[in-house]
């Protein structure tokens, strides 16, 4: 069979990515004594290892955002109704927080039954309210309001499935909530399960869907010599996909999976090209999965029913400030104001994988952009006001959430500029 033409452009790309943003050098490590499931193991192989080139030298996200963006190759730009007229055409992810009281969109005094412990801050006694009075305002152009029964009739008889990890579950959670808020008791039911959860509004024969699949490829149990042992298979990608496959509306997401070390890390080999490794730098390897997961939509997509989108990586506020201190989303009550002397967060090595990888698709996929814009929201994290339990709350340190977010919240803005695409696509 041939070598398929956009395999051999991955190839290119990803090589020609790799040699500008890092220098390569051979590295010899033991990664297994013995390989049964592998008919290609060795002992000892040579590993790329990858060493971070000088900040200096690294084209910037925001240059290669621009240059991808003016290619029209990705959907940072966006015509959105308002007053029944088309506005012009801006980036609808570029623009600032604004006070509005009449959010959120949805109550959050409203009961939400498929809301989980974790994101629910309000029920958890989070005491104070501004941070649901904020709505994004994209710097050229306005976005419509969130409008469920609006939502609901873009999706009526079809499907759209969230892939990804704990914060795409974040997303799917306040998107179900603003939905079901409108629809009778009777005419919605769901199934919460796992590693596929949905929600079904009967009478618009819709679903809105998640599955859990934080790398997109294939995570597997398998033996290695003797052992079962967990291996990412960053060229495999067929068991993930026949979930998400024939699903009219796709929102992906992947990225803070690859970069987990020690414990937290949830693999003991990577798997590729039939060979395994006990080390890979986390952004050789996220760059060859996202690959893997390229090639399949090329493959297997026809965009004419079906819409993709990928949402860019969710920022945590858990770092280091300049000065020394240590800033975390404990008692914060309010946004980053684009005024304020802040350290925003550096740039995520994800970003400049996702952002190479997906002008090279031939599927059309509209990027979610929301890294910058939820980079504001400090205040509107868990932190404490999760599902930890009371004395865990006495030791922020060790059990604040700054990474996840409450719902109503952040992830409603998110499904307000997918509900603004899905308007005009």
Avoid at 153 to 175: A, C, H, P, Y
Avoid at 346 to 351: D, L, N, R
Wanted: hydrophobic share 35%; with cysteine; proline share 5%.
């Amino acid at each position: 069979m041939a070598v398929p033409v956009y395999a051999m452009a991955a190839t290119i790309f990803l090589s020609l990515f790799l040699l500008y943003e890092y220098r390569l050098y051979p590295h010899e490590h033991n990664t297994l004594e013995e390989c049964r499931d592998c008919q290609n193991g060795h002992s000892r192989r040579s590993l790329l290892r990858l060493e971070p080139r000088p900040i200096d030298k690294i084209l910037l996200p925001q240059q290669y955002s621009k240059a991808v963006w003016n290619k029209g190759k990705i959907g940072a730009e966006s015509k959105v109704k308002e007053e029944g007229l088309l506005s012009t055409k801006c980036d609808i992810f570029s623009g600032s927080w604004v006070k509005d009281e009449s959010y959120p969109v949805y109550g959050s005094q409203q009961l939400c039954p498929y809301l989980s412990a974790q994101y629910n801050c309000k029920s958890n006694g989070r005491p104070d309210s501004e941070y649901l009075k904020w709505r994004w305002q994209p710097q050229d152009c306005n976005i419509p309001r969130f409008n469920a029964n609006e939502m609901l009739e873009i999706l009526r008889g079809k499907r759209l499935m969230f892939v990804g990890d704990s914060l795409t579950r974040n997303q799917w959670e306040s998107m179900v909530c603003m939905l079901q808020a409108v629809v009778p008791d009777s005419e919605k039911v769901a199934s919460l399960g796992y590693p596929l959860a949905a929600f079904k509004a009967l009478n618009y024969n819709a679903s809105v869907e998640f599955y859990w699949a934080p790398f997109l490829v294939d995570l597997d149990n398998a033996y290695v010599g003797n052992e079962l042992k967990r291996v990412l298979r960053i060229d495999s990608i067929e068991n993930n996909a026949n979930y998400w496959r024939g699903v009219d509306i796709l929102v992906f997401n992947s990225a803070h999976w690859w970069a987990h070390t020690g414990t937290l890390r949830s693999w003991d080999y990577i798997q590729l090209d039939g060979k395994l490794y006990q080390d890979m730098d986390p952004m050789l390897a996220y760059a060859n999965g996202l690959a893997t997961w390229a090639n399949w939509i090329d493959f297997n997509i026809n965009s004419h029913s079906t819409q993709v989108f990928f949402t860019s990586i969710s920022p945590t506020h858990m770092r280091r400030l300049s000065d020394g201190n240590e800033q975390m989303c404990m008692k914060q009550t309010e946004p980053i104001q684009q005024n304020e002397l802040y350290d925003l967060s550096p740039e995520f090595p994800q970003t400049s994988v996702v952002e190479g990888i997906l002008p090279q698709m031939t599927v059309p996929v509209s990027y979610l952009n929301i890294t910058r814009l939820s980079d504001y929201r400090k205040d509107a994290h868990p932190s404490v006001y999760t599902d930890s339990k009371e004395e865990q709350r006495s030791h922020s340190d060790a059990y604040a959430d700054c990474s996840h977010w409450c719902v109503s919240g952040v992830p409603d803005i998110w499904n307000e500029l997918l509900f603004s695409l899905l308007q005009r696509l």
